[in-house]
């Protein structure tokens, strides 16, 4: 079992950045990806970054060159730097953690509020 933790959400003006960091514990093993989705209100939750262990990374495109997703093998945690932050950023964001081998199965965070004040 994986077990993640979220933190850094929080309320920021358009424009403004903020640093989401999430930290798995567990049994966990390699060959993995962590990630970050978020849920929009009234819609289904989406991909916005994720990044594997060899930190090979991948973004949504409604947030390529303004976010950053990296990790820290060591700790187990992955962040997502956010700049130039819009409107329609607002969304409860969810930290994901998947193994890239055998039956894909997501564990994640409870997630964490960020609101976008224009």
């Known amino acids: 079992q994986v077990q993640l933790v979220e933190s850094g959400g929080g309320l920021v003006q358009a424009g403004g950045s903020l640093r989401l960091s999430c930290a798995a514990s567990g049994t966990i093993f390699g060959g993995n990806s962590m990630g970050w989705y978020r849920r929009l209100p009234g819609k289904q939750r989406e991909l916005v970054a994720t990044?594997?262990?060899?930190?090979?990374?991948n973004y949504a495109d409604s947030v390529k060159d303004r976010f950053t997703i990296s990790r820290d093998n060591a700790k187990n945690t992955v962040y997502l730097q956010m700049n130039s932050l819009k409107p329609e950023d607002t969304a409860v964001y969810y930290c994901?953690?998947?193994?890239?081998?055998?039956?894909?199965?997501?564990?994640w965070g409870q997630g964490t509020q960020v609101t976008v004040s224009s």
């Open positions: 990044i594997t262990s060899a930190g090979n990374t």
């Open positions: 994901s953690f998947f193994y890239n081998w055998g039956p894909r199965r997501d564990y």
